[in-house]
């Protein structure tokens, strides 16, 4: 597993430039973790207290990226990518018959277009409207880091528990 993908942020940017370049470092983060993989390995059930896998995170992450920029921020009529439950579990999880292929364009079009929401805000401090509350591109964006920041220290779990694979 290497780091060439992803670019390090800035010490020095302004607030906008640091909070997006933080969460592209994450995206990329995420996309390192199940770098070289198999399909069955992105799909493997490791931890036995947990069905988390690598590509249910890849699959949530693009659901979470739908939901914030598109369904909340822009406003747009979307559906999440995968609907419905499966015992109890966001339908995202539940990757045995899962395509591959699929969940990964589905994750990196949600991720170019949460890209393109944000540019479209001439501040972080605008806002939106959500089911009456107040929501600032900077909290969705600080969120959106966090988000990943959490699943990515799952992602070390799980890659490690696959093939003995560690890094930050």
Request: glycine residues 8%; negative net charge; contains cysteine.
């Amino acid at each position: 597993m290497t780091d060439d993908q992803r670019i390090h942020p800035s010490k020095v940017a302004d607030d906008r430039a640091s909070l997006i370049s933080f969460l592209d470092y994450q995206r990329a983060t995420l996309a390192m973790k199940c770098a070289g993989l198999t399909s069955e390995q992105l799909k493997r059930k490791v931890l036995p207290t947990s069905g988390l896998t690598l590509l249910g995170l890849v699959r949530h992450a693009a659901s979470v990226e739908r939901s914030w920029f598109r369904f909340i921020v822009n406003a747009e009529d979307v559906k999440t990518p995968w609907p419905g439950e499966v015992g109890g579990t966001f339908a995202e999880f539940d990757v045995e018959d899962a395509d591959v292929g699929e969940a990964f364009g589905v994750w990196r079009d949600e991720c170019a277009r949460a890209r393109a929401v944000a540019a479209s805000f001439s501040s972080l401090d605008d806002t939106v409207n959500f089911r009456g509350e107040t929501i600032s591109l900077r909290y969705v964006l600080t969120h959106m880091i966090e988000e990943y920041a959490r699943h990515n220290g799952h992602a070390d779990l799980l890659r490690e528990a696959i093939d003995g694979v560690v890094g930050e």
